[in-house]
């Protein structure tokens, strides 16, 4: 409800959503150990465009002392084999907690192929006073009131040009809802309609789920699901052919089945990237090269370039 004052945005979003849903496949779950389960094409099915991640890290853990909370050294979050089933171009959003995980994070990105490219950040409220807060660590002087998402991307899209695969500056970078209860690191609702809105990529994947990740369009695997459904075979069926939908540059052309696709009405509403400018002759810079072109792969973050060098 955060643009119901702004009744453009308000549509746009309604029509977005009715078309995701409306190409959503059904939800898939796979209850499975991600210590030891195999994370492949073969075992998936295909390969996937957008990986959320909400790791055990071990921040996780301290913060509800007495309670039964698997924890991972954020060593064996880097292992996990992301590189094996992210196609290219592709995204991944991966939560950090507010400690190590955000350095931390940055190398599990660099090691899976991944340049990071936005931190999303979830400002926790706490309208309930007598709920129970989550235990500081020892040297912090406050309660954690913050978590952060670390995007990544793998290859190169720019926003100018790949119309068929992102919708920027549709959402903001920052998310505002009531924390969790105790010990609980289930996060807001919202995360999953910020990606869906940005990627537009049908085959999504999240690790480390829960019963309460389980979602339409995504597949959800963790140890901690009840139950399982997930079928490689018929999941891949929903993407059959899409490799005889490729450009030149091997990304998805706007036919292929493995994207939501948009309808006139939607792309008169979304914000678009304006054409950028020849400043001797004033006229929009050709898009035969590279040298200029707005995108995720030659604008990295504020830090990044000094974080890489």
């Known amino acids: 409800?955060?643009?119901?004052?702004?009744?453009?945005?308000?549509?746009?979003?309604?029509?977005?959503?009715?078309?995701?849903?409306?190409?959503?496949?059904?939800?898939?779950?796979?209850?499975?150990?991600?210590?030891?389960?195999?994370?492949?094409?073969?075992?998936?099915?295909?390969?996937?465009?957008?990986?959320?991640?909400?790791?055990?890290?071990?921040?996780?853990?301290?913060?509800?002392?007495?309670?039964?909370?698997?924890?991972?050294?954020?060593?064996?979050?880097?292992?996990?084999?992301?590189?094996?089933?992210?196609?290219?171009?592709?995204?991944?959003?991966?939560?950090?907690g507010c400690a190590e995980g955000l350095d931390a994070g940055r190398h599990c990105l660099r090691k899976w192929g991944f340049r990071r490219c936005e931190d999303i950040c979830w400002l926790k409220s706490n309208k309930d006073k007598n709920t129970r807060q989550h235990q500081p660590d020892e040297w912090a002087i406050q309660h954690h009131t913050k978590e952060h998402c670390l995007m990544g991307i793998k290859g190169t899209v720019r926003r100018n040009q790949d119309g068929h695969l992102i919708h920027a500056n549709i959402d903001t970078d920052v998310l505002l809802s009531e924390q969790p209860p105790f010990g609980s690191q289930e996060k807001p609702e919202e995360m999953y309609h910020i990606i869906e809105h940005f990627a537009q990529s049908r085959r999504r994947l999240e690790l480390f789920g829960e019963d309460h990740n389980i979602r339409r369009g995504w597949v959800t695997l963790g140890k901690s699901l009840s139950s399982s459904n997930f079928n490689p075979e018929t999941y891949a069926s929903y993407f059959r052919n899409e490799s005889q939908f490729r450009q030149a540059d091997c990304k998805p052309s706007a036919e292929s089945p493995i994207l939501v696709g948009t309808t006139p009405e939607i792309e008169l509403l979304r914000p678009k990237s304006p054409p950028q400018w020849n400043a001797t002759h004033s006229q929009p810079v050709a898009a035969a090269t590279d040298e200029g072109q707005e995108d995720w792969d030659s604008v990295p973050k504020e830090g990044d370039e000094a974080e890489d060098a």
């Open 1 to 96: 409800e955060r643009f119901s004052e702004y009744p453009m945005k308000r549509e746009l979003l309604d029509r977005k959503d009715a078309l995701i849903e409306q190409k959503a496949t059904p939800p898939f779950y796979l209850q499975c150990d991600l210590r030891s389960f195999e994370l492949s094409p073969r075992t998936l099915g295909t390969l996937f465009d957008v990986i959320l991640i909400d790791p055990p890290w071990e921040e996780y853990e301290r913060r509800a002392p007495g309670l039964s909370i698997e924890s991972w050294p954020w060593q064996d979050i880097m292992n996990l084999r992301i590189e094996d089933i992210a196609d290219n171009p592709s995204f991944v959003f991966l939560w950090c």
